[in-house]
């Protein structure tokens, strides 16, 4: 479905009304930068398991927030009531902040002529009830394929988003996202072991688009393929060893352990690990990491960030060296930069900040196999699960979903409970190989931040580590 009227959403606050703007502009007269951002959101999520619905939702959700930024203070707004009435105390609340402040309003981003995803909403098409036989048709796939599948959960969940920044000298942007994930885990057994397998994707673009009956075939068959795997799986070494990891969804090691750490408020404030290290080598010669949010109708793409910027491709290390961070406004101007359309925020309910696209490093010249080939005794990393890390140490923990112990370059018996443990920056300068086979992601991040969760990408092609702790429960 194509909507050609987006302001038909927000009857209740005309954005292109003058009443409208010039209250923006009386409530910002004395900011640096700041914006309305007016936002309606359709969400739907659908999970299936055990052989049955499980739940359905449908929510709807619409308000704006009203931002006004002065200095390194921000004043911010927001309501849940559309409202003239509701725009005025919003306006009475913000001017706080700039009470006895006097700065000079930034200019409006530059404009673009770039869509990177359709307007079609992910909700309307198919029906509900062609939606639910997708899911029933999911269950029965997986089960036919053996009699070790014990449990089966899928699910579907679509959000379609519109979006109006308003800015003070009257400068509007609109955009319309949408959204799609599919999901699928299994739990198979032998005797009175379990484990789990999982696969998911997704992107911003209509339903048809993604979930076609090759790619959720394809997404159960790959699940079912790492629980089987799982079921043989030994427990993973202990020490300090050569880890090779897996092109694609380990990006997620590069988006938590490096990402964070090049994120402007961290290194504006002295935070991360990487802060005052412009222009030096901080990773390995050959290693170029950028974020991209302007690739296609990816998950963590946006045609403008939450502030009304277009979003850029952002290289971050060059060739080993660090050149660059990602910019909302506030922090950008604070650092005497250009913004990268890095600004982004949850909801309207929420202030933007600095935060991830899709960030991934770049192909190298080594041929996987080869990488793979000349580990002596170490782990090849396939998936990860879940991880954190500290931003101002840079320190870092990763348990792996899918791993094999690798001996004399070949690849052996699949491990359990391998953790990854290091520090990201010294991660980066241990870096020995980096292959040729780029892969993104399959759609699937979600990042969070000071309490904020955004979709996200990450993505690298096979790399070759030397010397991280890997954790685990057998030593020798």
Sequence with gaps: MTISKPEDFFEGLDLSSANTKQRVADALVNSDDGELFAEYRQQESLSFDNGRLKSATFDVDQGFGLRSVCGEAVGYSHSSELSDAALGRAVDAVGAVGKGYSGTYSDAPMGTNAKLYSDENPLTSPEYGQKIALLEAV????????????????????????????RADGHLVEDIRPMLRFNVSVIAKDGARQETGSYGFGGRDGFDAFVTETAWKAGVDEAIRQARVNLGAEAAPAGEMDVVLGPGWPGILLHEAVGHGLEGDFNRKGTSAFASLMGEQVASKGVTIVDDGTIAARRGSLTVDDEGTPTSNTVLIEDGKLVGYMQDRQNARLMGVAATGNGRRQSYAHVPMPRMTNTYMLGGNDAPEDIIGSLKDGIYAVSFGGGQVDITSGKFVFSCTEAYRVKNGKIGTPVKGAMLIG??????????????????DRGMGTCGKAGQWVPVGVGQPTLRIDGITVGGTQTG
């Excluded at 070790?148 to 679509?158: C, F, K, N, P």
């Excluded at 520090?423 to 086979?437: F, K, L, Q, Y």
Aim: proline content about 2%; overall charge negative.
């Design 139 to 166: 269950d029965a796939y997986a089960r036919d394929t053996g009699a070790d599948i014990a449990q089966v959960s899928a699910s579907l969940a679509a959000s379609w988003q519109i979006v109006k920044i308003l």
């Design 423 to 440: 520090n990201g920056p010294d991660a980066m300068r241990r870096v020995s190989m980096i292959g040729n086979d780029l892969q993104l």
